[in-house]
T-cell receptor, first 116, second 116 residues
């Protein structure tokens, strides 16, 4: 079964509204979570690194005021797209790491966001 | 400069045959990890195989093997006995551990189509 759960899997929202996407680690405590964005037929681009109990680290070019990330607990990180515009429509996917140098990286199922 | 390069946007293979998906990488880290993921049309990222930079043997996982050539900085994925269900996007990714950055950097992907 999934060790990282992402919700909702699909969401449609109106322009100007905000939408929240949740990423939960189910069987482990994730000190770090990552949020990626993927445009159709393109690769995954890292948006930000979410660290439990501290501010997220955003990649260059990602608007931190538009894409709010909160990692309030060791099992939950949320991405809120504020004042959504149609160009924010995309596939958003999170991943979680238990830390260390190994290959323990788990992905959520992803969330398809459509802004109309 | 791109850190992960996948030069094959699309590949076709006949069912039951083997196929090699190319991946080259660029890093100055001594310690790093290389990953391959499969992404079907549903969007989920399915972990296939992992190779650590210090691993002396090529990684294998069932029908998947990784042809790791460190000096050439290549980490090609070999899928043996292709099945129709193997049709998907395949992404090569790297995590550079020397820098402490635990996020994955992805290549542009290869779309594999298995023909009956």
């Amino acid at each position: 079964g999934a060790v990282v759960s992402q919700h909702p899997s699909r969401v449609i929202c109106k322009s100007g509204t905000s939408v929240k996407i949740e990423c939960r680690s189910l069987d482990f405590q994730a000190t770090t979570m990552f949020w990626y964005r993927q445009f159709p037929k393109k690769s995954l681009m890292l948006m930000a690194t979410s660290n439990e109990g501290s501010k997220a680290t955003y990649e260059q070019g990602v608007e931190k005021d538009k894409f709010l990330i909160n990692h309030a607990s060791l099992t939950l990180s949320t991405l809120t797209v504020t004042s959504a515009h149609p160009e924010d429509s995309s596939f958003y996917i999170c991943s979680a790491s238990t830390g260390g140098r190994g290959n323990t990286i788990y992905f959520g199922e992803g969330s398809w966001l459509t802004v109309v | 400069a791109q850190k992960i390069t996948q030069t094959q946007p699309g590949m076709f293979v006949q069912e039951k045959e083997a196929v090699t998906l190319d991946c080259t990488y660029d890093t100055s880290d001594q310690s790093y990890g290389l990953f391959w993921y499969k992404q079907p049309s549903s969007g989920e990222m399915i972990f296939l195989i992992y190779q650590g930079s210090y691993d002396e043997q090529n990684a294998t996982e069932g029908r998947y093997s990784l042809n790791f050539q460190k000096a050439r900085k290549s980490a090609n994925l070999v899928i043996s006995a292709s099945q129709l269900g193997d049709s998907a996007m395949y992404f090569c990714a790297m995590r550079e551990t020397d820098t402490g950055r635990r996020a994955l950097t992805f290549g542009s992907g290869t779309r594999l189509q298995v023909q009956p």
